[in-house]
């Protein structure tokens, strides 16, 4: 019995650890940008407002070459 | 960490401070419903994690403000509760006040910000168990299922996480900026596909890159235009064939540019400044010029007198012009004027500076003018030049007169608007003619100057109003113009390229779009990282550890005459709402739908028990105690046994197990079946305003336990072993008429539990028991020592036992004639 539970790994208990983990897995910058944002004290908030950033970027970025 | 003590004062069902001391093993109270036992788990949970897990999951906090509080408490105190808790080497007593809603902490006395084991209860499982936890997991929507378990599995952020990534992967909040750029694109995209154009409609709906794309574009427009066109000249060269195609239908154009938020500032700057311009301080300089001109005639003295003392220069002693002699008095009198005059000719040196200022910044007014308003006028190029071509349009719009109607009058008033504004400027000029003429025939005024600032007013007015009906008409004429440009196109036989220069002009916009798309279409692969993540930790520990552990705990409550309907483990299944937990449950071996669907209450209610035994010891943080609260529910009396066993073996592994229970003949099993480890016992037998009526019993009295132990001695097939049970039997015995005897004549408390050889040997004596009889009493425990050794020559007897029995009925005889001490306490 003990050794069963002896098993039993140890969750990742908080949002940060989790979305710091989520991060390690993935390769895309963007995503990491956008975890990054999630990390943050207003999590929900903060990620939409960072990809809202991000698609400005790109409008601006494109509007800037076009000059 | 093991719990020592707890005290309650004034906390949810207690309101007189209640002191309830726990065992080192296994405490079992038993109450009634509603004599306050939840209040005691909650008082637990209060203290460690500043609210109860009621108040925390509750949908609505305000239904629970306040009740914290004991509503018969005096006003003048506060809730308070302390927990005295041992790590092995000493006790610390924590402890919570609740002062209004502020709760002040105490760590022996002193008060602190936090409990130094704040930190490593964050990231640990509760060590309650709840009757209504469990059912809230267990009964809850499948869809929820997911969040609750990971909230009881201490993956809380888990379920959080996987919530709101996949709400925001799923559905992503653009900017507007982007949203307007999508639609104009699907715009041109359902255009491109109800034209004759279907190869590039094809390259559009098979999603293909946008170079891809217009390479296509630029090929199909090279086709209307002559084979010597340069690729950078495409558009241009394609745009003048349309409007030539169309020009000879109709040459005009209803369009309006609309005004940029930049063009919108750089024109309210500009009006700013030009009313900057004709500001008090430039009037004042203009009025003071007067003064200078007065200086003129002193100017041209002072110049003849300079080229006269020049002169004299040569030879002072007579005129250069008469040449008659001039004495000392005269040229000491020219001397003196020059000086005179030399000082007048700076400050009007300094006057000619201001004039010259003057006269550039009323250029600048008017070159400024002239530039806003033309910046207005310039907009409306199209619309100027349509009236002549009235006829032709309203022929074009027969479809759509209001439409018509609205282009006439916008014309109609925007010559109104613009022949106004010419003839303001018109003023202007002559206001202006009036300045600079004053101020060269050194005849400024007032006058003057206030008709070109009346001027200068009305103009800005003027473009003022014709830049608000321009903005306010100029999206209603853009989309006439549409409408016209498609008529024309249709009878111009133009409309694919009019399509291709719409598209040839928005690549850099498909572009965007294509980049964006990207962009959004990647947050799928997040969600599934997410997904993947979130799946393979919950799968990690409902499959493996935990489900073996849980499956462990259910098979020792389950009896063998039970039907084999039975849970059968968990499982995670995808979803496209996300992971959800499946508890899975078998009908003799066959697979049922859900245990939740199939199981019974009593089957459930074991589960919810085992899971939490099983979270528990896979993550038991710094407590060794476990709650559990009211853990019989439906139970027949065979399982309920069951779940003794379970209680002991969890003892067994170390745990410092606290029970409450209703099921008073449950309790009573309890401690017959744990009778070996002992314990405390409370009971609750009554409940008032002032809480609880708590009292400590026996674990087992003295009675059942001779009883038993007679019942050893006289069975003749009694082996070893039961006889030296029946010989520690009659310990605890001792023990307790010793402890019987403490608090009738002292009326001090002593916790059998604690008691040894030597403390019971003690007590004996001091409440008078002869030395004598003591020492035969104190055989009892020679056979074991403190260190539970056996010593060599020791052999279990029948016969000694049963003269210890007679020793205890003479001890009780003592104990029913005992008196409490004179000079102890009442």
């Given at each position: 019995m003990i050794n069963d539970v002896a098993t039993v790994s140890q969750p990742a208990r908080s949002k940060a650890q989790i979305v710091k983990e989520i991060s390690h897995g993935i390769t895309n910058p963007l995503h990491k940008r956008l975890l990054a944002a999630y990390s943050e004290s207003n999590p929900v908030g903060s990620l939409e407002l960072e990809l809202q950033n991000v698609l400005l970027e790109v409008l601006n970025a494109n509007e800037s070459k076009k000059d | 960490m093991k719990a020592r003590k707890i005290d309650i004062a004034g906390f949810r069902g207690f309101n007189e401070r209640r002191e309830i001391e726990f065992d080192d093993t296994l405490t079992l109270i038993a109450a009634h419903n509603s004599y306050g036992k939840t209040s005691i788990t909650e008082a637990f949970e209060f203290l460690i994690y500043g609210q109860t897990s009621k108040v925390q999951s509750a949908d609505s906090k305000d239904e629970y403000k306040?009740?914290?509080?004991?509503?018969?408490?005096?006003?003048n105190e506060n809730p308070k509760i302390s927990l005295t808790m041992s790590d092995g080497d000493a006790d610390t007593v924590y402890a919570v006040e609740l002062r209004g809603n502020d709760i002040v902490r105490f760590v022996s006395g002193k008060e602190v910000e936090?409990?130094?084991?704040a930190p490593l209860v964050d990231e640990t499982v509760k060590p309650f168990i709840l009757q209504h936890a469990l059912k809230d997991l267990l009964l809850s929507t499948p869809a929820e299922r997911f969040a609750n378990f990971a909230k009881l599995l201490g993956f809380e952020a888990l379920g959080d996480v996987q919530r709101e990534l996949i709400a925001f992967c799923t559905k992503p909040n653009p900017p507007r900026e982007v949203l307007l750029l999508q639609n104009k694109i699907t715009a041109l995209e359902d255009r491109t596909r109800r034209s004759g154009l279907t190869e590039i409609a094809k390259l559009m709906k098979k999603g293909s890159a946008p170079e891809v794309l217009f390479a296509l574009i630029k090929k199909e427009a090279s086709k209307?235009?002559?084979?010597?066109?340069?690729s950078d000249l495409l558009l241009p060269t394609l745009l003048s064939v349309r409007d030539e195609a169309v020009a000879r239908i109709f040459g005009g154009s209803t369009k309006i540019p609309s005004e940029s938020s930049e063009q919108a500032l750089a024109f309210e700057n500009e009006q700013r400044r030009i009313l900057q311009l004709l500001s008090e301080e430039f009037i004042k300089r203009y009025l003071g010029l007067a003064t200078t001109h007065a200086q003129q005639k002193v100017r041209q003295t002072y110049e003849l007198l300079n080229l006269g003392t020049l002169s004299l220069?040569?030879?002072?002693?007579?005129?250069?012009?008469?040449?008659q002699p001039v004495d000392e008095p005269i040229r000491l009198h020219i001397a003196e004027r020059h000086k005179e005059l030399q000082a007048k000719e700076t400050v009007f040196a300094e006057s000619q500076k201001s004039a010259d200022a003057i006269s550039a910044s009323l250029l600048d007014l008017k070159r400024s003018l002239a530039a806003l308003a033309k910046s207005q006028t310039d907009r409306l190029a199209s619309l100027a030049q349509l009236e002549p071509q009235l006829s032709n349009l309203q022929k074009l719009l027969e479809s759509e007169p209001d439409r018509f109607s609205f282009v006439r009058n916008a014309v109609e008033e925007f010559a109104t608007l613009t022949s106004d504004l010419e003839k303001s400027n018109d003023a202007f000029n002559k206001a202006y003619l009036s300045v600079t003429e004053s101020i060269q025939a050194s005849t400024e005024s007032s006058a003057t100057m206030d008709a070109l600032v009346e001027a200068v007013t009305t103009s800005m007015k003027k473009i003022a109003q014709l830049r608000e009906k321009a903005n306010s008409t100029s999206g209603s004429l853009q989309e006439i113009d549409g409408i016209v440009r498609l008529k024309l196109d249709a009878l111009a036989g133009t409309q694919d390229i009019s399509l291709l220069v719409d598209l040839l002009q928005a690549e850099t916009e498909f572009i965007k779009k294509a980049t964006i798309d990207v962009i959004t279409h990647s947050l799928k692969d997040l969600r599934t990282s997410a997904e993947q993540y979130v799946g393979k930790r919950m799968s990690e520990s409902i499959t493996g550890g935990f489900g073996t552990s849980v499956m462990s705990w259910y098979d020792k409550i389950k009896?063998?005459?039970?039907?084999?309907?039975h849970f059968s483990g968990f499982d995670l299944k995808k979803m496209p709402q996300g992971n959800r937990v499946q508890i899975k449950a078998k009908s003799y071996d066959k697979e049922l739908v859900s245990a939740v669907s199939s199981l019974s209450e009593s089957k459930l209610n074991a589960l919810g028990l085992c899971m939490s035994i099983a979270i528990n010891l896979q993550s038991p943080g710094p407590f060794e105690f476990i709650v559990i609260d009211?853990?019989?529910?439906?139970?027949?009396a065979e399982h309920e046994d069951q779940f003794i066993d379970v209680v002991r073996e969890l003892i067994e592994i170390g745990k410092q197990v606290i029970i409450l229970s209703h099921n008073t003949k449950w309790t009573e099993r309890m401690r017959t079946g744990c009778e070996d480890l002992g314990g405390v016992y409370y009971q609750v037998s009554g409940y008032d305003d002032k809480g609880p009526h708590i009292q400590e019993k026996d674990w087992a009295s003295v009675k059942d336990r001779l009883a038993n132990v007679s019942g050893i001695v006289n069975?003749?097939?009694?082996?070893s072993i039961t006889l030296q049970q029946a010989e520690q039997e009659m310990r605890h015995v001792f023990n307790q008429i010793a402890a019987g005897l403490k608090k009738r004549m002292f009326d001090t408390k002593v916790s059998t539990k604690n008691l040894n050889a030597e403390g019971t040997r003690k007590i004996l004596l001091e409440c008078n028991v002869d030395l004598p009889f003591v020492n035969k009493i104190m055989q009892a425990f020679v056979t074991v020592d403190d260190a539970h050794h056996t010593p060599e020559d020791y052999t279990v007897h029948r016969q000694r036992i049963k003269q210890y029995e007679e020793y205890a009925k003479t001890l009780l005889d003592n104990l029913s004639k005992a008196r409490r001490v004179a000079g102890s306490k009442p």
């Open positions: - | 306040g009740s914290y509080r004991n509503v018969h408490l005096p006003e936090s409990f130094p084991f209307h235009v002559p084979r010597t066109t340069k220069a040569d030879d002072e002693s007579k005129c250069p012009l008469c040449l009896t063998s005459t039970d039907p084999k309907v009211d853990p019989i529910q439906s139970w027949d069975n003749p097939s009694a082996d």
